[in-house]
């Protein structure tokens, strides 16, 4: 079936960059998302990127999508301590289900 | 202001007890999700709805019920045959089951249940 990949943590120091890595098996989609969870709260629509794309970027955001590999990456530039959180990826797959990864906890320390 | 909303942020129950958690929408979206989420496990999908008066069976349903009688309301209900209860409950809703918008899923701000 549909299986989403993640790292379960990441530590990065303020001010560095982070990377967030995914791997998917459903090459089928139309979009692939990222969503971001704060500390006790539900999930926010962070960032997409279209299947035919292979780069986007949003202001300190970047997602590279590598199609013939199934990655999809999240980077974060200039990584504030407000960016600490867990970070999802999300393939929405050829059925009626979106399909998340378990979710990277990014710590970011001073 | 437009939005998904779950009552209460935290609820505590005694074990044996049945149990409902509330999920609202203003969005006027069709279909409504139950997720569950455990440490370290992600989302797990529990019973999603496409329209008023039909639902379908997640991944782990057992041990939970739904009902849609209105298409801005959603509740779950966790039974006393749900084994392992005490989880982080997200609510979400999406245009329609297959949306291809980029708003995909919004998400409610999730209620923590602790049986104890």
């Known amino acids: 079936g549909e299986d989403v990949e993640q790292s379960l943590f990441l530590s990065v120091r303020e001010g560095d960059s982070s990377v967030i890595n995914c791997t998917y098996t459903?090459?089928?989609?139309?979009?692939l998302y990222w969503y971001k969870q704060e500390p006790g709260a539900g999930l926010q629509l962070l960032t997409y990127i279209f299947s035919n794309m292979d780069m986007k970027q949003d202001q300190r955001l970047t997602v590279l999508l590598n199609k013939k590999d199934k990655h999809l990456s999240l980077r974060i530039a200039d990584t504030q301590t407000g960016d600490s959180a867990i970070y999802f990826c999300a393939d929405p797959t050829n059925t009626d289900k979106l399909i998340f990864g378990t979710g990277t906890r990014l710590q970011v320390f001073p | 202001d437009g939005g998904i909303t779950q009552s209460p942020k935290y609820l505590f129950r005694k074990e044996g007890q049945n149990v409902t958690l509330s999920c609202e929408q203003n969005l006027n979206h069709d279909a409504m999700y139950w997720y569950r989420q455990d440490p370290g496990q992600g989302l797990r999908l529990i019973y999603y709805?496409?329209?008023?008066?039909?639902?379908q069976k997640g991944d782990i349903a057992e041990g939970y019920s739904v009902s849609r009688e209105k298409k801005e309301s959603f509740p779950l209900t966790v039974t006393s045959a749900q084994k392992n209860p005490t989880a982080f409950y997200l609510c979400?809703?999406?245009?329609?089951?297959?949306?291809?918008?980029?708003?995909?899923?919004?998400f409610g701000p999730g209620t923590r249940l602790t049986v104890l």
């Open positions: 979400a809703s999406s245009i329609d089951l297959r949306s291809l918008s980029t708003d995909t899923q919004y």
């Open positions: 459903d090459s089928s989609s139309t979009y």
């Open positions: 709805s496409q329209i008023v008066n039909d639902f």
